[in-house]
């Protein structure tokens, strides 16, 4: 698979569909990999061109030394547009990767068409929390948390009727490097865009689930009332609603990021 080397990191991603299609950039949750899409990529590689990458600290991409920043995860996805030569996108990030595309709707505007922001908050969580979390994974590995994540990732009821799916994605975690998960803990535990939301320049939908004890529906209509141009959409899912509920996930894609 492709990779690219920036400054400081090699970023792993995969490109899929046709070139000339709208592209469409994917970027991943905190302590997962680009598969997370492939109920989207196997539902949407026809109509859009789409890149999937491996947040910095993830998957196959390397593992900076910390501390990472908001800026830098923001301008790993620009660096990697330029390398595709890629002027303009539409962009969909799910939590961590919700974040990020916040920054780049503050400083990039003009790259994206339309951006989806999925089961995200203009602050997550606090401060003290992720750096608390970010020793623990440090001093313990990824094992601890990944014992716990399903019950923050999904519903009860997807957990029973889906096991290997959650066991999958359970494995990807404590699979992964300590470091690039608790450095990228520090970037959130500062990440704050509450303040900015009122200058963003660009077509949002925000994108909520029902049951979500991460990042709440009320956190989404926070968001959706101090930007100036977003919708909201709610799913009767999870924090990972993309793959609780792929059909309605890819729905919304198909309905919100068009050209208009």
Not at 111 to 125: D, E, P, Q, V
Not at 167 to 192: K, P, R
Not at 232 to 237: C, E, G, M, P, V
């Amino acid at each position: 698979m492709p990779v690219f080397n920036n400054e400081d990191v090699t970023l792993h991603y995969a490109t899929f569909g046709d070139s000339h299609h709208p592209a469409l950039i994917f970027s991943n949750s905190l302590g997962t990999s680009y598969h997370m899409w492939q109920p989207q990529i196997d539902a949407l590689q026809n109509d859009y061109f789409i890149i999937c990458y491996d947040t910095r600290g993830h998957g196959k991409s390397s593992a900076p030394k910390s501390p990472y920043s908001l800026d830098e995860l923001g301008q790993d996805v620009i660096d990697l547009l330029d390398h595709l030569n890629i002027d303009k996108a539409f962009f969909c990030g799910i939590s961590m990767g919700g974040m990020t595309g916040q920054w780049l709707a503050l400083n990039y505007a003009n790259r994206f068409h339309h951006l989806m922001l999925c089961n995200t908050a203009a602050k997550i969580g606090n401060e003290g929390a992720w750096t608390d979390r970010a020793q623990l994974v440090r001093e313990q590995g990824l094992d601890p948390i990944a014992a716990t994540a399903a019950s923050r990732w999904f519903t009860a009821g997807f957990i029973d009727t889906h096991p290997e799916v959650v066991q999958t994605l359970s494995d990807t975690l404590a699979a992964g490097s300590s470091e690039g998960y608790a450095s990228c803990c520090e970037a959130l535990s500062v990440a704050d865009t509450r303040e900015q939301l009122k200058d963003i320049d660009v077509a949002i939908t925000v994108v909520a689930g029902s049951k979500d004890p991460v990042t709440t529906v009320a956190d989404g209509q926070y968001m959706v009332e101090r930007l100036p141009n977003a919708t909201l959409a709610t799913i009767d899912a999870s924090h990972i609603s993309n793959i609780e509920q792929p059909e309605v996930f890819n729905q919304l894609v198909r309905q919100h990021l068009t050209h208009s």
